[in-house]
């Protein structure tokens, strides 16, 4: 089982970063390291993970950010929280943010991978990875994003990379508010200001291409982001 599971770490100490990478390593598991949050939540997205070892005290997105920003994407990738605080409200906060396990600095390695081998006995095989899925109906649109093809039954439209990224992510999320910065993140790697204009310019654009559909829209919801909308009447 271990040598199949993939296993994103993101954890700024790199010296205990690598101590923990090269213990799971020596389990059989492949393990990406990262080094803060903004890059977690990238790396995240550029393929699909088994499990993610979190620190909660990061640079440019703290752990429990990081996590809620995958469970909007993923609701099933269990996640292992690692901290120097013990305080019961820390780990509240750590399971309320959709973690599945916490532990408290200085740990056992040892324990670490007894517990990451037990969370995977019970979730590896267990539901599709929302992530995995490529294809999507979208009201009278057939929506293939890895073949970046938008067809209706009147055109077909060969998408860029960039667009096919922010339209899946709003089927992923069909009939939910996206928020701007998740989209930012996932697709740019970034939330700065001049990117997010690029990102309005990129929404303008999928709403012309779905205009042959008058029952598909593109909600602007004022100050929080987008829902992609299919009124199925």
């Known amino acids: 089982m271990s040598e199949k599971a993939t296993i994103l770490l993101v954890e700024d100490d790199m ?8 213990a799971l390593k020596r389990k059989g598991y492949t393990v990406h390291l990262v080094r803060d949050g903004k890059e977690g939540l990238k790396k995240f997205n550029e393929q699909p993970y088994d499990l993610c070892v979190l620190d909660v005290m990061l640079p440019g997105k703290d752990g429990f950010s990081l996590a809620e920003d995958i469970r909007l994407t993923n609701a099933l990738v269990p996640i292992v929280f690692l901290t120097a605080k013990s305080q019961t409200e820390d780990r509240i906060a750590g399971f309320k943010a959709g973690g599945d396990d916490y532990l408290t600095k200085p740990f056992s390695h040892e324990e670490l991978v007894l517990r990451i081998e037990a969370i995977l006995r019970r979730t590896l095989g267990k539901g599709e990875d929302p992530r995995n899925r490529e294809r999507f109906e979208v ?3 057939t929506f293939d994003h890895r073949n970046l093809m938008l067809s209706h039954p009147a055109e077909e439209r060969k998408l860029t990379k960039k667009e096919a990224d922010v ?3 709003l089927c992923l999320h069909a009939d939910q508010v996206l928020p701007r910065e998740l989209v930012l993140n996932m697709v740019w790697g970034d939330d700065t200001y001049f990117l997010g204009r690029s990102l309005d310019v990129f929404i303008s654009r999928l709403r012309k291409y779905l205009k042959l559909d008058p029952k598909v829209q593109i909600v602007n919801v004022h100050g929080v982001g987008f829902k992609l909308v299919v009124d199925r009447a």
């Open 139 to 141: 009201g009278d649109y």
């Open 15 to 22: 010296n205990l970063g690598f101590v923990v990478q090269d």
């Open 167 to 169: 339209l899946r992510l």
